[in-house]
C-alpha cells in the first residue's frame, strides 16, 4: 500500500532513467507533482508523458547536477510552477571505474564520478536548503548505495568514495536543519536488476550474475519497483520523525 504524497511538488534528479524514473513514476502515482532535472531530455520527456497519461502532473527540465546554475534553475522550476518545493531526490548518478583498485583508477574517472556523485548532490543541497528554509520545512533523500556503508571490490575506489561522501554529507546536513522541518536522509540499495549498473556489473554474463546473486542473503537483488516504493515511503509523513540515517535496501547484505 503506498502512502499518500498529494499535492507535494517533487524534485527528482537523474528522473529520466533506472531509479530515478521509477521512483517518479510511484511518486506521481502516490499523487506528488513531479519535476524531473536530467541531462538526458528525450528520456525524461518520456518519462513526463507516460506521467500525464495516467493522469500524473509533470515536467521535465535539463539540468546537469555538476552545474550550479543548472541545479538553482531546476529549484527556480519547481518553485514557480507550485509555489514550494516539499521534497528533492538528490539521485542523479553514475558508475565508472569498476574493478579497478585506486592504483589503477584513472584520475579522469575519479574526477567524473566524485563531480557527478558528491558534488552534484552537494550542489542540490546548496539550492534546496534556502527554499526549504524559507518555506519552513521539507524533505530530502539522497542517493547513496550499499558503496556508501561497506568497501567492496566490485564498484571501484571512486564509487565507493562518492558514496561514503554522500552518506557524510547526509548525516551532516540532518544535524544542521533537523530543528527547522527538514529531513534528510539517504538510500542505500544493493545491486538493483534491470539498471544500466547491474548491467555494467554482470550484464549477459551468467556466471557472474550467480556470484553477485551469492552475496545477497535473500538469494537475489533488488527490483527497481522495490527501491522506488521505498524512496516515496521517506517522501511520506510515515516517516516524519526519521532524518540522518542512511537505509539500507539490500536483501540482508549488510546485516551480515
Ligand atoms: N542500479 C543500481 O544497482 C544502484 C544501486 C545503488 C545505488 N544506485 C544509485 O542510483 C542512482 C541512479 O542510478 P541508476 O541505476 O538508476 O542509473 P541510470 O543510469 O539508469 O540513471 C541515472 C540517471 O542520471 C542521469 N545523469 C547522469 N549524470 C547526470 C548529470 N551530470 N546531471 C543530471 N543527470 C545526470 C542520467 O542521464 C540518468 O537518467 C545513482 O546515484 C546510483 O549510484 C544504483
Known amino acids: 500500500m503506498m502512502h499518500s504524497l498529494e499535492g507535494k511538488a517533487i524534485l527528482v534528479t537523474g528522473g ?14 502516490a499523487g506528488a507533482m513531479i519535476t524531473i532535472a536530467d541531462i538526458d531530455m528525450a528520456r525524461g520527456e518520456e518519462t513526463v508523458a507516460t506521467i500525464r497519461a ?37 539521485n542523479a548518478g553514475i558508475l565508472e571505474g569498476l574493478f579497478t583498485s585506486p592504483v589503477d583508477c584513472d584520475e579522469s574517472v575519479w574526477d567524473r564520478v566524485i563531480d557527478v556523485n558528491l558534488k552534484g548532490v552537494w550542489l ?8 526549504m528554509r524559507a518555506q519552513g520545512g521539507g524533505v530530502i533523500v539522497n542517493h547513496a548505495s550499499i ?6 571490490g566490485i564498484v571501484g575506489p571512486a564509487y565507493i568514495a562518492s558514496k561514503h561522501g554522500v552518506v557524510g554529507l547526509t548525516r551532516a546536513t540532518a544535524l544542521t536543519y533537523a530543528a527547522e522541518g527538514i529531513r ?13 549498473m547491474s548491467e555494467a556489473i554482470y550484464g549477459d554474463n551468467p556466471e557472474r550474475e ?3 546473486r551469492a552475496l545477497y542473503p535473500a538469494g537475489r537483488v533488488g527490483t527497481l519497483a522495490e527501491v522506488a516504493e521505498t524512496v516515496a515511503w521517506l517522501f511520506s509523513d510515515a516517516t516524519s520523525f526519521m532524518t540522518g540515517i542512511a537505509l539500507p535496501v ?4 549488510l546485516a551480515q
Open 16 to 29: 529520466s532513467s533506472g531509479i530515478g524514473q521509477a521512483s517518479a513514476l510511484a511518486m506521481a502515482r
Open 147 to 152: 558503496a556508501g556503508l561497506y568497501g567492496n
Open 210 to 212: 550467480a556470484q553477485v
Open 184 to 196: 534528510v536522509n539517504a538510500i542505500c540499495p544493493g545491486i538493483i536488476n534491470e539498471t544500466v
Open 250 to 253: 539490500d536483501g540482508g547484505l
Open 54 to 90: 495516467r493522469g500524473g502532473d509533470a515536467v521535465f527540465i535539463r539540468a546537469d547536477v555538476r552545474d550550479g546554475a543548472d541545479v538553482e534553475a531546476a529549484v527556480h522550476c519547481v518553485v514557480r510552477n507550485h509555489g514550494r518545493l516539499d521534497g528533492a531526490f538528490n
Open 124 to 131: 542540490c543541497l546548496k539550492h534546496e536548503l534556502p527554499q
